[in-house]
């Protein structure tokens, strides 16, 4: 695992508990397509993590450019479906990132290979 996907794991963390300079250091990436891919690689299950890193992830993914997220958003939808696999996950996750599909079809017209109601309804 990298160590980088470590720290950002550290700075969520912290982002979700208040510390505005890793608020700062997450805001500032947005624009980084290769960033927008760290934080979709966050928001997979992973042991050694809470959902903490999970949940901010997906926050910041669904306030980042929409033009990145045409580029992972196969990989959202794989995640909103997680729950339907069985995977455990805190509400607040999928619900960021149906935000990300919605923002999506609206301003890019994206159009979802799941059934986006259905993906919405276990949300």
Do not use: K, W
Request: proline share 5%.
């Amino acid at each position: 695992m990298s160590s980088s996907l470590n720290t950002l794991r550290d700075d969520l963390i912290a982002s979700l508990h208040s510390d505005q300079a890793a608020a700062s250091r997450i805001s500032g990436r947005l624009g980084d397509q290769e960033f927008v891919r760290h934080l979709v690689e966050v928001c997979e299950p992973f042991d050694d993590y809470s959902n903490d890193p999970r949940m901010e992830a997906a926050y910041y993914l669904s306030i980042a450019p929409v033009g990145l997220l045409a580029a992972v958003a196969a990989n959202l939808e794989d995640l909103i479906r997680l729950p339907l696999d069985g995977e455990t996950m805190d509400s607040n996750i999928p619900c960021h990132l149906v935000r990300c599909l919605g923002r999506l079809i609206a301003e890019v017209g994206y159009s979802p290979s799941h059934d986006v109601a259905r993906l919405v309804e276990r949300t």
